[in-house]
């Protein structure tokens, strides 16, 4: 059964990951500095995605888009200290990126910053402003997954990222939540991710499998969420 683990990162090195079978991993850098310092050690066949540093590295951005560089972008609010009234020119800037790639949206709640979290307001602005473009919910909105498998499902461009919440919501209240998004949303349209090194490949996808079980799903879509949608969204699409 093949993988392609749709969010993963490399900045602590690969020799610990731990889960066998994988063809194609999208390697994401939450940086510049991380990015300009690893990028050589991306394995050859692996997609990556880049931080939308609008606020001081856009030219930088832009230009490594331009020369085919990189396969998505990515919003993080935590990391880039954005706030509701950011998102504005935010989304201004994203008009500069001419070549349609993905948009990686970070959706995890987390910390003690109120100011910095994820905005599913302005995800849903995104995703109506650039309807051609695929936007990538990251981790599938943590703990407010069932909020965002509401208001998000009437969005046709709209993906899921499974990474990270499959382990954390495990032995929460929020898992069945998580069961009824991988029930309920087009198979066409949720990706299996690990969030490597921040959580065990392996463990997740083994918890995935155990939905898979449980949902009683064919074949062909699990085959969709464990490996085509993110090639189909992250080297097809490319």
């Given at each position: 059964m093949k993988v392609f683990d749709c969010h993963c990162h490399i900045e602590k090195g690969l020799l610990n990951y731990d889960l066998d079978n994988v063809q194609h991993r999208n390697i994401i850098f939450n940086s510049i500095v991380d990015y300009d310092k690893f990028i050589k050690d991306v394995p050859k066949g692996d997609s990556i995605s880049l931080i939308f540093d609008y606020k001081n590295n856009l030219d930088y951005v832009l230009d490594t888009v331009n020369k085919n560089e990189i396969n998505a972008i990515k919003i993080i609010a935590r990391d880039q200290k954005l706030e509701e009234s950011d998102y504005p020119l935010l989304i201004d800037k994203l008009r500069l990126v001419k070549k349609n790639i993905p948009i990686i949206i970070d959706a995890f709640y987390y910390d003690h910053y109120l100011n910095y979290q994820p905005s599913l307001a302005s995800i849903i602005e995104i995703a109506k402003e650039f309807p051609n473009r695929k936007i990538i919910v990251a981790h599938s909105g943590g703990h407010k997954i069932l909020e965002y498998f509401f208001h998000l499902r009437t969005l046709?461009?709209?993906y899921y990222d499974l990474s990270f919440t499959l382990q954390y919501l495990y032995d929460s209240s929020c898992f069945l939540d998580l069961i009824k998004l991988l029930k309920y949303t087009d198979k066409n349209k949720i990706m299996f991710g690990s969030d490597h090194h921040w959580a065990s490949p392996k463990l997740q996808f083994e918890i995935l499998n155990?939905?898979?079980?449980?949902?009683?799903?064919?074949?062909?879509?699990k085959q969709k969420i464990i490996f085509h949608n993110a090639k189909n969204v992250f080297i097809n699409n490319y």
């Open positions: 046709n461009n709209i155990d939905i898979f079980n449980k949902l009683d799903l064919n074949e062909n879509d």
